[in-house]
């Protein structure tokens, strides 16, 4: 008779459809170097996608995949401690990879673009500040959920250092969404109205780096090594248990705040 890791970990990749997708663009449109447009006798010609299409192509991609890692570290939650991380680690970067990839198809043909047409407008307009903000915040994204480095960890990093962080982190995160919450409902409107959740979400992945790293500042870290930082410590349990405290208490206020998470 299997046991119940086993039995755990044959439900997580049969009901979440787990593929082994991989995202070269998003990779590339998230981090590459930026080549200069191709020019023909002095005359440039300007990609099809407009400059503000590219910014808002990463606008609404990242708060669709915040909701997204939220709903799919709620569902693989309870599992901790059945199966190993690594194996847990593995399908969370499948998922959100799959999911990426049905997010960035759904909006191109929504819009009528190619993703080839995105890619060159992504690196056209690569230089103007809101797509290159944007791009660096999906590679973050990324990186956190893949695990990658993101930069040099602070010599001398230790669990204790790391769980302080993490609170801190996840802290302002509340912080940041109770007020943005607040100034909706200040205003007589509802969270229940899509537009005004909408609104919530983009302001929220748009100030929520800017507010971590300023809290990690203390630590010697920033926003874009959280996520090499706890997979450094993802033997710890003391570091485990806190991230996975610290999500449940964020999961907890932002149901009380009324976000259909």
Known sequence: ??????????????????????????????????????????????????????AEFFDVIIENMTKAIMALEAQLAQYRGQ???????????????????????????KWGYTEEEL?????????????????????????????????????????????AALNDYFDVSIALMRRLVEDVTDRGQSVDNPLMMQEIMMRFTREQDAVATDALAAYGMHSEMVGPAIEKFKGSDKVMGTFAACQQRQQTEFAALGLPL
Do not use: N
């Not at 755990?8 to 590459?32: C, D, H, K, P, Q």
């Not at 970067?93 to 997010?103: A, C, G």
């Open 83 to 109: 199966v190993p991380r690594e194996q847990l680690a593995q399908v969370m970067l499948q998922q959100f990879e799959d999911q990426l990839q049905q997010q960035q198809d759904a909006l191109l043909k």
């Open 1 to 54: 008779m299997p046991d119940q890791s086993s039995k755990a970990l044959v439900y997580i990749f049969g009901a979440l459809a787990v593929t082994t997708s991989t995202y070269a663009y998003v990779r590339w449109s998230a981090g590459a170097k930026r080549r200069a447009p191709p020019k023909e006798e002095g005359v440039e010609e300007l990609p099809r996608v407009p400059k503000d299409k590219v």
């Open 119 to 163: 890619e060159a407008a992504t690196e056209y307009y690569g230089g103007d500040g809101d797509v290159r903000h944007g791009a660096q915040r999906l590679r973050r994204m990324y990186e956190a959920v893949s695990g990658q480095s993101a930069g040099q960890l602070p010599r001398g990093l230790t669990e204790d250092t790391l769980c």
